[in-house]
Every structure is written in C-alpha cells, then in structure tokens.
C-alpha cells in the first residue's frame, strides 16, 4: 500500500465548476497536510496546507482533512482554464519528511 | 527575492560516469532537502539536511549516491557509476526551520 494515494487523473471539468480532488494516506501519525500545484514542466508550488480536522478556506480553494478517515481533499471553486495542472498531496509526520502522491492531472475545460 | 537554484539544469552523461548535482538554497533558509521526481509520479524524498548537519538520508536509493552541505548552505548531490535506471528530475527545497519547502527550477538528468 503507497503511504500517499491519489487517483491520477485526469479529472476533466467545465469551467466554473467545482473540482474535487481526493487524497488519503496510510500513517496515522500523520500531522501536516499539504496540497502543491504543478504546472507541466515546472517546479511544484505550495496552495494550501491544513492541519486540524474540517475545512480551510483561501479564496477560491478549499482543503478538507478528516483524520479518522485519513482523507484530505481540494476543492476549487469556479474552476478555470488557469488551474489546469497537476494537484499533488503531501503528508509529514513530523517537520520535514514530506511524503507526496502521484498527483492528480486536472484539466478545465473552456 | 532569489528562489531555489540549481544546476546544471539538464546533464546528460553515460552510464558509469560520477555526476554532481549542485544547489543553492534560499538565503536564509535552514532546511535543505533533496527530492526526485520520475516523469508522472510525485516527488520521492531522498535526503533532509538541517543546517550542514544531514539528519534524514533513508530516502537515498543504495551507496552510490550521497549528499553533503558543508558549510549550511549549498549542498551537492552525488551519483556515482551512474546507471539508466538514475534518469530522473533531481529536485532540490528549501524552507526555513519546521515550514513547508519551495522547491528549486531541478536537474534533469539522461543518464545513455
């Protein structure tokens, strides 16, 4: 079992729909949370981290952690062309290990 | 201000050769870590330093590849006899103490 699971996609959506991306792990001594984004051929780039159970909120994006489940999720609201992207989900159990998932390839549709 | 550096940004060599991987973190920036990235996957860990001090080297394939950051702050990392097998984006982070990395431009190595 990989300690970081994520469907890899690609998840197709109109624009501005929702997109949901799922994530779960495996150790549940896990503390941090972490979604980056990363544009084909380029570098990945912090979005969103979360560390407590339930919902935060920045802008347009939304991370979800429940840790009885050991699922985290995205959710982009009004989805554009521009977020197009793969969506990677990275776990640490303390302060430095981050352990990531294959990524999840979104694409917008115009 | 000056993200992550590194370089070379593409290496190409044949297999047998040593080649050395070199990063330049964030000024400031206390934590260094060393990440590889195969085409379509996300990025393994390979090796934490905190300061010059390499305090998490599990992630570290086998003996022939090794990392040092001597003086805290620009860190190489090596491969020697390189195989096929070595071909991937080497990606360097950086963060300050206990935040979450930004990750440096990466290598991308062809190893023939």
């Known amino acids: 079992q990989k300690e970081v699971e994520q469907n890899s996609g690609p998840l197709s959506v109109p624009e501005g729909a929702i997109a949901s991306l799922n994530c779960t792990y495996s150790?549940?001594?896990?503390?941090?949370f972490f979604w980056y984004r990363q544009y084909s051929g380029k570098s990945p780039e912090l979005i969103m981290f979360?560390?407590?159970?339930g919902d935060k909120e920045d802008g347009r994006f939304t991370a979800q952690l429940n840790k009885a489940s050991q699922y985290v999720s995205l959710l982009i609201r009004d989805s554009q062309p521009s977020d197009s992207a793969t969506y990677l989900c990275?776990?640490?159990?303390?302060?430095?290990?981050?352990?990531f998932g294959t990524g999840t390839r979104l694409k917008v549709l115009a | 201000g000056a993200g992550v550096s590194q370089s070379p940004r593409y290496k190409v060599t044949k297999r047998g050769q040593d080649v050395a991987l070199r990063c330049d973190p964030i000024?400031?920036?206390?934590?260094l870590y060393w990440y590889r990235q195969a085409l379509g996957q996300g990025p393994e860990f390979l090796t934490y330093?905190?300061?010059?001090?390499?305090?998490?080297k599990s992630g570290l394939p086998n003996d022939r590849f090794s990392a040092e950051r001597p003086e805290g702050s620009i860190s190489t990392l090596t491969i020697q006899r390189t195989e096929q097998r070595d071909s991937a984006m080497y990606r360097c982070?950086?963060?300050?103490?206990?935040?979450?990395?930004?990750f440096g431009p990466g290598t991308r190595l062809t190893v023939l």
């Open positions: 150790d549940r001594g896990s503390q941090s």
């Open positions: 982070a950086s963060s300050l103490a206990g935040r979450d990395p930004s």
């Open positions: 000024s400031g920036h206390v934590s």
């Open positions: 330093f905190n300061y010059e001090a390499q305090q998490d």
């Open positions: 979360i560390y407590s159970n």
């Open positions: 990275a776990v640490t159990s303390g302060t430095y290990k981050y352990i």
